[in-house]
């Protein structure tokens, strides 16, 4: 799908607009945002939630707790489990969001292999995601630290489909050694990704995680450096973004499931983006339009 005309319309009028940072801005045609020696990118909407503000109201206005399940396979060796996501998995502390994969408790198939087991036990996990889903192209940034517990898969990622999906997923499980390479995985769904070396414990502190996803390319970035370009795959369709934290005992990935609580800890996000709504589009464009200071567009 071709980038928005409204999009289109924004860019070219860049050249009759200053710019400001986003602090103390209005920034009423959009953020442009910074690619280090690539062309700047301009997107009309943001959300912007600091999990640590004591004053947000539980997570926000602009975030939901997915409630789904999905089913295990009991015909695999060893057998992976159903899965259920539960609201009561995500809540705030005093280091901001936590999205938290319990520890297992239930008796079932896990390492050792019952291939003949019909019934698997469900093993709780929490997905947060935006309420927005018609989200086209966009820059989405959080500060996380990931856990230390082996045997989960903890992510950021756009999704529409199992084919039009981008993801950073960092895995805890050994033989994922923490900061090594079966650790981080940069990809754009259905592909499988090569793992790239981390060269750094996701979760001794926390790092800033960004997608970059323009039409024919999403790139990942971690803590300001482009770590993968890819143009294969890359969606093209409008969708949600989200945080999840998940395992099923596949030991050809998340493995597990945790012994322990396995807590994503979220500071905070950052999201630019474009969005198909005609109506909001429209309410852009006169906003825009109207605008008069010296902060219409906001650098970022």
């Known amino acids: 799908m071709p980038i928005p005309k409204l999009t289109i319309m924004a860019a070219i009028?860049?050249?009759?607009?200053s710019w400001t940072q986003l602090a103390a801005a209005?920034?009423?045609?959009?953020?442009?945002?910074?690619?280090?020696?690539?062309?700047?990118?301009?997107?009309?909407?943001?959300?912007?939630?600091?999990?640590?503000?004591?004053?947000?109201?539980?997570?926000?206005?602009?975030?939901?707790?997915?409630?789904n399940s999905i089913s295990g396979d009991p015909g695999n060796v060893p057998p992976l489990l159903d899965l259920q996501y539960s609201v009561d998995n995500i809540y705030r502390d005093g280091?901001?969001?936590?999205?938290?994969?319990?520890?297992?408790?239930?008796?079932?198939?896990?390492?050792?292999?019952?291939?003949?087991?019909?019934?698997?036990?469900?093993?709780?996990?929490?997905?947060?995601?935006?309420v927005l889903e018609d989200i086209l192209y966009g820059s989405f940034r959080a500060t996380m630290k990931t856990s230390s517990v082996q045997g989960v898969c903890q992510s950021l990622f756009f999704f529409e489909s199992d084919s039009q999906?981008?993801?950073?997923?960092?895995?805890?499980?050994?033989?994922?050694?923490?900061?090594?390479?079966?650790?981080?995985?940069?990809?754009?769904?259905?592909?499988?990704?090569?793992?790239?070396?981390?060269?750094?414990?996701?979760?001794?502190?926390?790092h800033d995680y960004r997608?970059?996803?323009?039409?024919?390319?999403?790139?990942?970035?971690?803590?300001?450096?482009?770590?993968?370009?890819?143009t294969q795959e890359v969606p093209n369709i409008p969708g949600k973004i989200l945080f999840n934290s998940w395992s099923n005992g596949n030991p050809t990935w998340s493995q597990g499931p945790p012994k322990e609580n396995a807590l994503l800890r979220i500071s905070s996000t950052t999201l630019y983006f474009n969005r198909t709504n005609a109506a909001e589009n429209t309410a852009f464009s006169a906003r825009c339009a109207k605008a008069t200071g010296a902060n219409k567009v906001c650098m970022v």
């Open 13 to 17: 009028l860049l050249a009759g607009l």
């Open 26 to 67: 209005s920034c009423e045609c959009g953020y442009l945002v910074f690619r280090g020696s690539q062309a700047s990118v301009l997107f009309t909407n943001s959300i912007v939630t600091d999990f640590t503000d004591p004053n947000i109201n539980d997570i926000g206005s602009d975030w939901w707790r997915t409630s």
């Open 95 to 130: 280091e901001g969001l936590v999205v938290m994969t319990p520890a297992y408790s239930g008796k079932g198939p896990v390492g050792g292999g019952h291939p003949d087991l019909i019934d698997l036990p469900i093993h709780l996990l929490s997905e947060l995601r935006t």
């Open 165 to 206: 999906e981008i993801d950073i997923e960092l895995l805890t499980g050994a033989p994922n050694e923490t900061g090594g390479t079966g650790s981080l995985h940069f990809t754009n769904q259905p592909d499988i990704t090569p793992a790239p070396e981390a060269g750094f414990d996701p979760t001794a502190d926390y």
């Open 211 to 230: 997608i970059d996803w323009i039409p024919g390319k999403s790139q990942m970035w971690v803590d300001g450096v482009l770590r993968a370009t890819l």
